[in-house]
Each structure stands twice: as C-alpha cells, then as structure tokens.
C-alpha cells in the first residue's frame, strides 16, 4: 500500500487549503489525516470509516473537514479558516487488517 500526500503550502489564516492523499488501493477503510508540528507528537485531525462516519479533533472541528472519493482512491481535508496552530506536517493514515500504512507528509504554515 502506497499513499500520497500533497497539497501542502503557505496559507494565510482565515484562508483554505485543500490536502489530497492518493492510495494505490482502496480507501473503503478507515482512513484518516494525522499531523505533527514541531517539537510536539503527532495527532490525529480527522478519520472517515468505512461507513462514512467521521470524527476530528476538537481542535478543528467545524473548521476541517475530511472526504474521500472510492473511485478515485484518494481521501481530501478540506482546511477553512486555517490558523497559525495548524502549521504542521501533515500525513495521512489508511488501516488495513490493523496494519497501518502511512504516507510522506505534506507540510502546511499557516501565516497570522
């Protein structure tokens, strides 16, 4: 399983970003975006199950929002109104038979 990151840049709070992470199978599985700014762990942003529902970190709820396309193989976070404590690395995560399989990162600054 291969996934690819990108999207990543500079934003300006109170802007948007669209994150995208290609799979090389199926993404009808849990599949979610996990991100580590400096100095700190990573943490998860936001997860889809196989039944569509979702969750986020409280920290972004109502701002980010988590999509995917199955027949493209690729899962989105839509970032609105981004602030600069979302500056991060950002990795996307699909899980499979309880193996995790992770992609790159892509890096997101968010400018104030």
């Known amino acids: 399983v291969q996934l690819q990151a990108s999207g990543g840049g500079l934003v300006q709070a109170g802007g948007s970003l669209r994150l995208s992470c290609a799979a090389s199978?199926?993404?009808?599985?849990?599949t979610a975006w996990y991100r580590q700014a400096p100095g700190k762990q990573r943490e998860l942003v936001a997860a889809?199950?196989?039944?569509?529902?979702?969750n986020y970190a409280d920290s972004v709820k109502g701002r980010f929002s988590i999509s995917r396309d199955i027949r493209a193989r690729t899962v989105y976070l839509q970032m609105i109104s981004p602030k600069p404590e979302d500056t991060a690395v950002y990795y996307c995560?699909?899980?499979?038979?309880?193996?995790?399989?992770w992609g790159q990162g892509t890096e997101v600054t968010v400018s104030s």
């Open positions: 995560n699909l899980r499979r038979a309880a193996v995790d399989y």
């Open positions: 199978t199926s993404v009808l599985s849990w």
């Open positions: 889809i199950n196989s039944d569509r529902s979702t």
